[in-house]
């Protein structure tokens, strides 16, 4: 392993500060690292929030109700097979491309038990947080580490199998070194890596925190991430190949949710976590008059990006006690289907949409210390 400091006990501290300590405050770092905003525990936490919400509305709207209801599979070998990508394969893709953007943060799926041995643990940190995780501790355990000259806080949280092609795939696959999971069990982790510079002297404290627009875009990139795969390798592949389409009144009629709905959903899974993280989509042209903008700042926001759509809209704003940071991303047609619907539908204000016009805006939210 090759990092700038040893991983006993430092692993242990910083878990342990990271979990258990509510309010850290800020110690040993210089002016190049935030002390207010963010704290990058929080950071974490949204971002392993957006990934696995994307996630679990990828494996139920989609495999497990698709699976039941048209016996459209989800298999290994899906791009070949006319079949749909697994849930871990989704998380993949999307963590490739995410991480292709260069913002700086990276995530990915890793495993005691691999089936790709790429997807091993690359460090001692990460194995070991992968045990700890495994043998059933919910919380994810964190720490700070250096890195080729770059400070960055790493988190890994348990990845449990969500629905039972997952346990299927591993159970039954030649190349498995564990063949005995069942639904619910920790199958093993999504380690996520956030930068925080590199001019520390000494190993950053617990209270290191991020800029707030810094973590709206990694909330965001998750997020787009998450639609464009599923635009690309679900609902355009299918599409093109006859297999099923995407339509608005997908529950009823067993087919694909239009990209936006399929944000809309993870959207919802976010909000019942009560994280105080929130997004959505709203539209100076909404179908639905409920995703209309709510108060001037939506309004301006989504006029702005129209205009612009090169960076969010921001403010932050008090509400009782608390400051919270709000975005406006700019919100593309990213398929056919999302322009087709659009310019289709009875209750649309504006029919001229085309391919990659600024359809809207994808509202991020969360609170800021």
Request: with cysteine; hydrophobic share 40%.
């Amino acid at each position: 392993m090759h990092t700038d400091i040893k991983f006993f006990p430092t692993l242990l501290i910083f878990a342990f500060i990271f979990t258990c300590s509510p309010s850290p405050k800020v110690a040993n770092a210089d002016n190049a690292l935030k002390r207010t905003g963010v704290p990058a525990r929080w950071a974490a936490d949204y971002v392993h929030a957006v990934v696995n919400a994307g996630r679990s509305a990828y494996s139920r709207y989609i495999v497990e109700r698709l699976g039941k209801k048209i016996s459209l599979h989800a298999t290994e070998n899906w791009a070949s097979e006319n079949t749909l990508p697994l849930p871990a394969q989704f998380l993949a893709l999307s963590s490739e491309l995410s991480n292709s953007r260069g913002i700086g943060m990276r995530y990915r799926l890793m495993s005691l038990w691999p089936i790709n041995p790429s997807n091993k643990p690359k460090t001692e940190n990460e194995e070991t947080g992968l045990q700890t995780v495994a043998r059933g501790q919910k919380e994810p355990v964190t720490w700070v580490v250096k890195q080729q000259g770059i400070w960055y806080f790493q988190a890994v949280y348990p990845d449990v199998a969500v629905v039972e092609s997952c346990v299927s795939c591993h159970n039954n696959h030649p190349q498995s070194p564990k063949k005995d999971f069942k639904v619910g069990d920790v199958m093993g982790g999504i380690i996520i890596h956030l930068p925080l510079g590199r001019s520390a002297k000494e190993i950053p404290a617990e209270g290191i925190s991020l800029a707030p627009e810094v973590v709206a875009d990694y909330v965001h990139t998750v997020l787009e991430s998450d639609r464009t795969v599923y635009a690309k390798h679900v609902v355009n592949r299918l599409e093109n190949k006859n297999i099923i389409h995407p339509t608005e009144n997908w529950q009823k009629e067993n087919t694909l949710l239009l990209p936006a709905q399929f944000l809309m959903s993870s959207a919802d899974l976010i909000n019942r976590k009560k994280l105080k993280l929130n997004f959505g989509l709203i539209s100076l042209w909404p179908i639905n008059s409920r995703n209309g903008p709510t108060n001037e700042f939506e309004r301006l926001g989504l006029e702005t990006v129209d205009i612009h759509p090169i960076r969010p809209y921001i403010e932050v704003k008090k509400v009782g006690r608390r400051d919270y940071f709000q975005a406006i991303y700019p919100d593309f047609a990213v398929t056919d289907a999302c322009v087709t619907c659009h310019n289709a539908h009875p209750k649309s204000p504006r029919k001229d949409f085309k391919l990659d016009d600024v359809m809207g805006g994808i509202r991020v939210t969360f609170p800021v210390e």
